[in-house]
């Protein structure tokens, strides 16, 4: 079975971990990997500081905590991401409202967003759905006029530019996940990244129990969202190969599409020219007028011995976003769509030019079937 990931984990990777270990960084309490992590990613990045968490998911949680969200605020979100982007909002006692996606990079539709907008609205989190990154700059003009706070999540966007610029750098904060299939993988993990101080002293506070003086007294809620010093110590190799990575992808990429140019019945991803596609996943979208559905599709991939993922469920169609307190319906039908019609082909970057042949090959097949 080819599988849709395996990561790019190498000597430098291990022995990282090693020396850390033997430094007795085992928590993420003390010692210098952490603080070196969240220096070298967020230069990286072009941002000013790095917060290093235990996942993407509570790198988005304490963002929302920090900007201040809570019962009542309404945040617009991508309505094609994972659940951890919702989740944020509503662990916060805040209300998601999902934004659909367009066709073309399945970004949410920015044609969209003044149009749910109401008085309730303090936040919106873009996602860089499977590495193609949102117009940021357009995006924070809107933000702007409506004096609402970006949150940008980054999950699947580690590198990805727009107009040069690395996302994760427009707005008041950016979130990153590490999780195994990540650019940069830390196995676990995440981390909030800003420019703004006293946003980055409120995300270490809250990381940390906020512990504050006399230790034991806590003024504030605070979380247990640390990174361990293993972790961070491996995140600092994984950034200084990063770039070598995304190269990798980007090549799986441009492989698939010259052998898929002439599959008809199928949507592959686009590289808009202001944009850099790091192309966390190769994600495809059977066309509504192809005469193959896409589960048969992934059915005849598995039996081919080809791994795939489906695309992610609308948040509009998620059960638990639905029923929170105070939630508005809305329509998604393009996100509903995609979760309908799309799944992603084995995208990682030890992929071989044979294996991708063996991929476009089945699939081809499995469009003829």
């Not at 702007?144 to 999950?155: P, Q, S």
């Amino acid at each position: 079975m080819i599988p849709v990931f395996d990561p790019l984990i190498g000597d430098d990777d291990l022995q990282a971990i090693i020396a850390a270990f033997k430094r007795g960084e085992i928590s993420g309490s003390f010692g210098t990997a952490v603080p070196d992590f969240e220096k070298a990613f967020s230069r990286y990045c072009g941002v000013a500081h790095g917060v290093a968490v235990s996942s993407g998911t509570t790198a988005l949680q304490l963002a929302v905590a920090a900007a201040g969200i809570g019962p009542g605020d309404e945040v617009l979100i991508s309505a094609c991401t994972n659940i951890a982007t919702a989740l944020a909002v509503i662990h916060n006692g805040a209300i998601p409202v999902p934004v659909d996606s367009e066709d073309v990079t399945w970004n949410l539709d920015l044609d969209l967003v003044e149009g749910l907008i109401t008085p309730k609205t303090r936040a919106i989190i873009p996602v860089h759905v499977y590495g193609h990154p949102v117009d940021m700059d357009r995006l924070g003009q809107i933000a702007a006029k409506h004096k609402l706070i970006v949150i940008e999540d980054c999950a699947e966007s580690h590198g990805a530019t727009v107009r040069g610029r690395m996302t994760g750098s427009f707005g008041a904060m950016g979130c990153f996940s590490f999780y195994a299939n990540k650019v940069v993988t830390t196995g676990e993990g995440g981390m909030v990244i800003t420019s703004d101080d006293k946003l980055a002293e409120r995300l270490r506070l809250l990381r940390n129990l906020a512990f504050q003086q006399p230790r034991f007294f806590h003024e504030v809620a605070g979380y247990n969202f640390r990174m361990t010093g293993m972790q961070a110590a491996m995140g600092t190799t994984q950034t200084n190969k990063i770039e070598m990575v995304i190269e990798k992808k980007r090549t799986v990429a441009a492989t698939y599409n010259r052998l898929l140019a002439d599959v008809g019945w199928l949507q592959t991803p686009a590289e808009l020219e202001w944009a850099r596609n790091v192309y966390w996943m190769y994600g495809v979208v059977v066309r509504p007028d192809a005469k193959v559905k896409r589960d048969a599709v992934i059915g005849r991939l598995r039996a081919d011995g080809v791994d795939t993922r489906t695309f992610f469920c609308s948040m509009a169609e998620q059960p638990c976003v639905t029923r929170v307190a105070g939630y508005r319906p809305v329509k998604t039908p393009v996100a509903d769509r995609l979760w309908t019609d799309g799944f992603y082909l084995p995208s990682s970057p030890l992929l071989t030019e044979q294996e991708i042949v063996r991929v476009c090959d089945a699939l081809k097949r499995a469009g003829r079937a």
